[in-house]
């Protein structure tokens, strides 16, 4: 009997650290390539917002969640698109500027969310999970990690895609140095200001995208808030990461297995109060800091406008 009821909670708490990881690797991958290429993009928890709300109209409506993943990337690109013309090409102050985002988006799909669905909550089907054959059958392990949605499979190989991107293309070498040597990439006659705008405009896809995940299946609805600091745990990850997407994701599984906790103890019986479990996500982000925040290595133009011809 401790047997069966250790395998249901290690299996409930796998799983809902995969599910709760999933929004925060999309939204750390996203930030670490806007980080690399100078631009610290502090809205990206709007980014997750519009991504949440437009890619859960999205599904609602077409009854696809595959077209609601569609619209939330394509949500997050459109508010990224705002701070790419206002920061990167205006040269405004990024942390004003992502910070205004971030409670406009709050308060806009808040209100937008109210006058189309008004008190109601609809709620989506749940999400047909892709079963890997043979892998999906080991006990605990199997149901955790290789019963989801093909969303999270495609997010774990968006990690080897974008680590083989920064190490040996040269698009990733043209990131690396308009964070660090904008004026050295300038004179190779590489175009900096384009070269940010589209690292961040890649970084609201991927948010957006991470929040309609959040919305269609994690949740399978949308609220106001839903994303709940998600963006910022996003921001945190890709710092500590230190240019490395598979830190990301290490990172990603585990703010995901405390944010999954409390659904765990839930499963197995245990009754702790949730304000307690809440708790463990930001405890985490706090730990983490202290140990491995002085070792964070960010690009030197990080924050800093560039304009053209300057050297």
């Known amino acids: 009997m401790n047997g069966l009821f250790s395998e249901v909670f290690l ?3 796998l799983f809902g650290a995969v599910t709760a990881a999933v929004p925060l690797l999309l939204a750390g991958l996203g930030e670490q ?7 610290l993009n502090i809205g990206i928890e709007g980014m997750m917002l519009a991504g949440a709300y437009l890619g859960f109209v999205g599904a609602f409506y077409s009854e696809s969640l595959w077209l609601g993943f569609l619209t939330g990337a394509a949500g997050g690109a459109a508010v990224a698109a705002l701070m790419a013309l206002l920061c990167v090409r205006l040269g405004l102050n990024q942390i004003v500027i992502g910070i205004a985002l971030t409670l406009g988006l709050e308060g806009l799909t808040a209100l937008l969310h109210h006058f ?11 999400a047909d999970p892709t079963v890997i054959p043979l892998l999906a059958d080991i006990p605990v392990i199997g149901p955790a990690f290789f019963r989801h949605h093909l969303l999270v499979y495609l997010a774990v190989l968006l990690v080897v895609v974008m680590s083989y991107l920064y190490r040996r293309t040269q698009l990733g070498l043209n990131l690396q140095a308009a964070g660090d040597k904008p004026a050295a990439l300038d004179v190779a006659g590489i175009d900096v200001i384009r070269t940010r705008t589209i690292a961040v405009l890649t970084t609201g896809a991927l948010a957006g995208l991470g929040g309609a995940y959040l919305a269609n299946v994690g949740a399978g609805l949308f609220i106001p808030f839903i994303t709940n600091g998600a963006g910022f745990l996003g921001i945190v990850l890709a710092m500590l990461a230190r240019g490395r997407p598979v830190w990301v994701l290490f990172g990603a599984l585990l703010f995901g297995a405390c944010l999954s906790l409390t659904t765990a103890m839930q499963v ?7 304000d307690v479990i809440q708790m463990l996500p930001f405890l985490a982000v706090m730990i983490m800091l202290v140990l ?16 053209r011809g300057a050297r």
């Open 292 to 307: 491995f925040g002085r070792q964070a290595s960010l690009p030197a133009a990080l924050g800093i406008p560039y304009e």
């Open 268 to 274: 197995a019986g245990i009754n702790i109060p949730t």
């Open 33 to 39: 390539m806007s980080e690399k290429a100078g631009v």
């Open 116 to 126: 189309q669905f008004s008190r109601s909550y609809p709620r989506l089907p749940a």
């Open 11 to 13: 299996s409930a708490l």
